[in-house]
């Protein structure tokens, strides 16, 4: 986490707890040579639309006062997602058993997309139905819905 995404993170945590949900993450990046502002929500029942429009006109003002960032930049509040990518140890425990994807930076055992149960996470390393990879092979995990 970067420290425009640490301080947005200290600033929206307890906004959006103090409307009954949480703070998945915050991502500030460049696509298409635009800054993006995006934090992410969730919540026991989910997240509606009218949640994120919600938490936006509080935080926007808030973010506008604060100034955390000086270049401009586009914000946005989105739902966490079905298919949310898992990043902090407590992801992975809140997680375990369910179906996951993970991406890795290089092929292993002739792929680099592995699909399984999410059976183990220890500093990084991440196990799925019995294949273990290091915190330095794993791209991303995301969480696998079943059609």
């Known amino acids: 986490m970067n420290q425009t995404e640490k301080i947005v993170s200290e600033l929206a945590g307890p906004v959006i707890a103090g409307r009954g949900m949480e703070l998945w993450d915050v991502e500030y990046v460049t696509e298409a040579g635009q800054k993006h502002l995006r934090v992410y929500i969730d919540g026991p029942e989910g997240v509606s639309i009218d949640d994120c429009e919600a938490i936006s ?11 955390p960032i000086a270049d401009s930049y586009i914000f946005e509040v989105s739902s966490a997602g079905a298919e949310r990518q898992l990043k902090r ?4 425990e809140r997680f375990m058993g369910k179906k996951v994807e993970v991406k890795l930076y290089q ?3 002739g792929s680099k997309l592995w ?20 915190k330095g092979q794993v791209a991303s995990v995301r969480l696998r819905m079943e059609i």
Do not use: C, N, Q
């Open 89 to 92: 140890p407590s992801d992975f």
């Open 57 to 67: 006109r509080i935080l926007d003002p808030m973010l506008d006062e604060t100034d």
């Open 115 to 134: 699909i399984g149960a999410l059976e183990g996470y220890s500093d990084g390393a991440v196990t799925v139905d019995g294949h273990t990879f290091s």
């Open 107 to 109: 092929v292993v055992d």
